[in-house]
Nanobody, 125 residues
Framework: QVQVVESGGGSVQAGGSLRLSCSVSGNTVCMGWFRQPPGKEREGVAGIVSFISDVHTDYADSVKGRFTISIDNANNTLHLQMNSLKPEDTAMYYC???????????????????WGKGTLVTISS
């Protein structure tokens, strides 16, 4: 069973930055970040898939230019660098992983088989 564990959440003021990390126990190819704001549905934030010679990423329009997803292949750790944070970024953030996916499905929750329990991000105005 693949274990997925997020870390790095916290509270910052608007305009600040946070870096989330996600440790995945298996050699999953597809990994992504999702979030669920209070009272709203879960949404895809960023996803990444690593092929032998290429890496493909995808971002939600709301975070493009502010968030960066990256992966440390040496230990299969996923990161999400979040800059210029806004109050509307407040949410529980979840890491997800899968052994296979399509590049067009990186922001779809049903593309991922393994999920972490989440880490809370709170942005104050």
């Amino acid at each position: 069973q693949v274990q997925v564990v997020e870390s790095g959440g916290g509270s910052v003021q608007a305009g600040g930055s946070l870096r989330l990390s996600c440790s995945v126990s298996g050699n999953t190819v597809c990994m992504g970040w999702f979030r669920q704001p209070p009272g709203k549905e879960r949404e895809g934030v960023a996803g990444i898939v690593s092929f032998i010679s290429d890496v493909h990423t995808d971002y939600a329009d709301s975070v493009k230019g502010r968030f960066t997803i990256s992966i440390d292949n040496a230990n299969n750790t996923l990161h999400l660098q979040m800059n210029s944070l806004k109050p509307e970024d407040t949410a529980m953030y979840y890491c997800a992983a899968s052994y296979g996916c399509s590049t067009s499905d990186l922001l779809r929750g049903d593309a991922y088989a393994y999920w972490g329990k989440g880490t809370l991000v709170t942005i104050s105005s």
